[in-house]
């Protein structure tokens, strides 16, 4: 599973699909604009959410859960990278969230 810098991420975004799998308290904080919301613990029941035929951008705060995401989506024929850093990075570097 590849890691991707927050700048590529950024890059990416209007194509690929961002999906953000952290906890409904932690989103509060901000996501980054157009992401897709699936808590990690309920990825399995709601894969069909995400369109295979796209790159899928997994995000979480610091970049560990991401990173976990991203390997089992690849296992089951998604291409997907982590965001390096997660949302504290990507805030961090003054990037977009609402």
Known sequence: MPEITI???DE??????????????????GMIPG???IPMGQLGS??????RSRP?????RSG????????ALDQAGYTA???AG???????AGLPAH
């Open 56 to 60: 899928v951008i997994v995000v979480c």
């Open 86 to 92: 997660g949302m504290v990075a990507w805030q961090g």
């Open 12 to 29: 990416r975004r209007a194509q690929d699909q961002v999906l953000d799998v952290r906890e409904h308290s932690e989103v509060v904080e």
């Open 46 to 51: 709601r894969l069909q959410e995400l369109d």
């Open 64 to 71: 560990n859960r991401s990173a976990r995401v991203a390997e």
């Open 35 to 37: 992401a897709l919301h």
């Open 7 to 9: 700048a590529e991420a």
């Open 81 to 83: 990278d982590t965001m």
